[in-house]
C-alpha cells in the first residue's frame, strides 16, 4: 500500500498534477499556513504579531508553533531583533532619552520610570557599553526590582539594583516564574 501511494504522488508530481490529500487536522493547517507565509518571504523577518494578524490564528497558538518550529531546526529567532520588533538600538536610545529627561526634570532629587524588563535592561546594557542582545533569560530584572542610575549633575556615575519585594517573592511559589517578572 506504501509503494502504491508513494508512485502514485511521484506520478502526480512528474505529470505536474495536484494530489488531493486531505490535511488531517486544522493544527496541521495552521502549520503549513505559518511555514507557507515565512517561506514566501525569506528576507523578510516577521515578529509573533506580524505572523497571527497575517494568519488571523491566536497569538498563544501561534508561539507554541513558532516555538516548535524553531526548536526542530526549520526557524531562526534574529537575535539582533527583539520579539516585539522594535531594535535594540532604537529602544535603548529611547530610553536614555527618557532616562535624561527624568533626571532634568527631578534636578537635585529623586525621579522614579516605571519600565517592562526588555526596555530597563537594553538601558542598562547601552550605557555600560555591552552588547544590545542578549539572552532574556540571564536579565537582572525581578518582579518589583529597581534599577537605578546615578548621576553628578550630568554625569552618569553608577548604576544599582535592589530587590525591596524579594523576602515576599521567595515565599511566593509562582512570583518567581511569573510571565514578565
Known sequence: MGALCTARVALCNHLGLALAVPR???????????????????????????????????????YSMLTALTQAGWLLRDPFLPS??????????????????????????????????????????????????????????????LTSFHFDDDQLVGIGYTEPAAHLIAKSPTARTAKGA
Do not use: F
Not at 516577521?46 to 497558538?61: Q, Y
Not at 516605571?114 to 546594557?125: D, E, F, G, K, M
Open 24 to 62: 488531517p487536522s486544522p493544527q496541521t493547517d495552521r502549520v503549513v499556513g505559518v511555514i507557507e507565509l515565512l517561506a514566501s518571504r525569506p528576507s523578510q523577518p516577521m515578529s509573533l504579531a506580524a505572523v497571527t494578524r497575517h494568519l488571523g490564528i491566536n497569538k498563544s497558538t501561534c
Open 84 to 145: 516585539w520588533g522594535e531594535p535594540y538600538q532604537l529602544i535603548a536610545k529611547r530610553m536614555l532619552a527618557a532616562l535624561h529627561a527624568a533626571r532634568d526634570a527631578a534636578l537635585g532629587h529623586e525621579a522614579l520610570c516605571v519600565s517592562h524588563q526588555l526596555p530597563i535592561w537594553t538601558l542598562r546594557r547601552y550605557v555600560e557599553h555591552k552588547r544590545l542582545w542578549h539572552d532574556p533569560r540571564k536579565r537582572r530584572c525581578a518582579l518589583a526590582s
